[in-house]
């Protein structure tokens, strides 16, 4: 049984850098993946013949999620690293939010 490689980089992901290194997976290697140095967390992968698509991982109560953003061809790098901001920070204001609202509904309660 032979195993799925993947190729990964890690660089400020721009356009270019797009179009030059998420390039179709070769003979052998599964997918493409390119992370950005910028936004820990944010990239790009590509599995086949189609257009490649923008990625953010992240945690939420200790487990690993991965969201797909967009496919590159419909949105710029700078769009979609903005994206990627606003998915890392969402789940630490929704944890926020969920605190303070238990809080209050105690405070309501006593």
Do not use: H
């Amino acid at each position: 049984m032979s195993a799925s490689k993947t190729t990964a980089r890690r660089m400020k992901l721009t356009n270019a850098v797009i179009a030059k290194y998420l390039i179709p997976p070769t003979e052998g290697i599964s997918q493409t993946t390119i992370y950005d140095t910028e936004v820990i967390g944010f990239g790009a992968y590509r599995t086949s013949e189609k257009p490649g698509k923008y990625f953010c991982q992240f945690r939420i109560g200790g487990r690993q999620r991965k969201k797909t953003i967009a496919p590159v061809t419909e949105m710029s790098v700078a769009d979609a690293r903005d994206e990627a901001i606003t998915l890392k920070t969402a789940p630490a204001e929704a944890k926020t939010l969920s605190m303070n609202a238990n809080w209050r509904g105690k405070e309501v309660l006593r």
